[in-house]
């Protein structure tokens, strides 16, 4: 049989992370443009054989232009010389519902393994006649493991922005014919 391929839903999907701020409180911040191609071997989500997503740079979004600037700049992405953030799957572990995506993130010239928690929500037709799958993806990275590491401190002492990002997506897939 061949495979299967599958492409993002982008208007029901989306990539936010997490960070600490001051250690007291948690900022939010998204990936407006984002693709992902997902390969099987059959409609089976346990024989996924390919997984690409890069996530554009200059997309970030954390409702503070100011903040958005910072971010793009040389103290974190330099989205000026790395526009994207590349991650690529090598390997699915799981059954049912719940499973784990083992793969390489990419953050500027960086490359490191991250391992992803995976919750399959179900494959379902559309009103229109499309498939689609939908998933739930958890994961942490040490941003300064990628280079990531600017950082001040403030006159108590305490850090402005955590070492771990929380990654969270909500993704829908569509079914190539």
């Known amino acids: 049989m061949a495979s299967v391929k599958w492409t993002l839903d982008p208007t029901h999907s989306e990539i936010s992370f997490k960070a600490k701020h001051l250690m007291i409180t948690t900022v939010t911040g998204y990936f407006k443009k984002f693709s992902l191609e997902v390969e099987t071997e ?3 989500f ?4 390919a997984v690409r997503l890069s996530a554009d740079v200059n997309s970030i979004d954390t409702n503070n232009e100011q903040r958005d600037n910072h971010l793009r700049s040389a103290d974190f992405f330099n989205a000026a010389e790395n526009s994207q ?3 690529s799957g090598k390997k699915y572990e799981g059954s049912g519902d719940e499973g784990k995506l ?5 953050i500027g010239k960086t490359t490191k393994p991250v391992a992803l928690d995976v919750e399959f929500g179900g494959i379902v037709v559309d009103p229109y006649g499309q498939t689609k799958a939908g998933f739930t993806v958890d994961g942490k990275i040490s941003r300064k493991e990628f280079g990531l590491t600017w950082n001040a401190v403030t006159e108590a002492g305490n850090v402005v922005v955590s070492d771990e990002i929380k990654i969270h997506a909500e993704i829908q897939l569509v079914k190539q014919a």
């Open 85 to 87: 953030i590349i991650f």
């Open 42 to 44: 059959n409609e089976d």
């Open 102 to 106: 083992y793969g390489d993130l990419t």
């Open 46 to 49: 346990n024989t996924v054989s």
